[in-house]
């Protein structure tokens, strides 16, 4: 069990450093002004390509949804800044959806060798022995919100979780996060410190509170 709370504590502590950074940032003002102003500089580069600079930000969030040492949340208000809050939850959430359904199918055998390389064995054994292809949709759902990105896509892969429950397990359990990188990003553009700690220890909650929830299911006989 102690594997189990290792696990779901990464996310945890991931989403608490992030905001840690971007309230030190945010706080600074000289800090935060030479942030933006490479903000500023980054986003015209990006509108004299937009379709390759959209693609690529859309295989960033994919590879992060993918790979526990890559994150594209530093991107993210660059995009703001480029295409908006609506274009940017559209295309962060469509790349974290296509990032797990891949994690899925190379769990599920379809990239069968990858699997090894991309993320430890023992760090899905522990929930690969208490779940199975039949657990309840509400189980798998706290399992996307409670631990790292990365990992339920393949652990549902392994198992062989029916896949449209699964899309629609990994389109919902992004929602939130997606939405929430987004008011993050915004607050941090605009400098705005409250606003952003409200919405990053709201995050931390959520996290908290599945992670919690989904330890008493997998003790429960």
């Known amino acids: 069990m102690m594997e189990e709370r290792e696990t779901s504590r990464r996310r945890l502590i991931g989403a608490l450093l992030l905001l840690g950074v971007l309230v030190g940032l945010t706080a600074s003002g000289a ?3 030479m942030v933006t102003e490479a903000i500023a500089v980054l986003t015209g580069m990006l509108a004299r390509h937009p379709i390759a600079a959209i693609g690529f930000f859309v ?10 040492f890559f994150s594209s ?10 295409w908006g809050a609506p274009a940017t939850f559209v295309l962060l959430w469509l790349g974290w959806l296509a990032g797990g359904v891949i994690a899925y199918g190379v769990g599920r055998g379809a990239f ?3 699997l090894g390389r991309v993320v430890p064995r023992q760090r899905i054994a522990a929930y690969e022995r208490r779940l199975s292809a039949d657990t309840p949709i509400w189980v798998v759902l706290l399992l ?4 790292p990105s990365e990992l339920p896509g ?8 029916r896949f449209a429950r699964y899309l629609v397990v990994v389109g919902v359990g992004e929602l939130p996060f997606a939405l ?8 941090f553009l605009r400098g705005d410190t409250v606003t952003l700690v409200v919405v990053g220890l709201t995050g931390l909650v959520l996290i908290g509170l599945a992670a919690s929830v989904l330890r008493r299911r997998l003790k429960a006989p």
Do not use: K
Not at 60 to 66: D, G
Not at 144 to 147: D, M, R, V, Y
Not at 154 to 161: D, F, H, P, S
Not at 180 to 187: D, I
């Open 180 to 187: 929430g990188s987004v008011f993050l990003g915004e607050s």
């Open 112 to 114: 069968g060798p990858l």
């Open 154 to 161: 393949y652990l549902l892969g392994t198992l062989r979780y």
């Open 31 to 33: 800090a935060h002004a």
């Open 59 to 68: 295989l960033l969030a994919a590879a992060s949804a993918m790979l526990t």
């Open 73 to 82: 949340t530093v991107l993210i208000p660059v995009a703001l800044h480029a």
């Open 144 to 147: 996307q919100l409670a631990l």
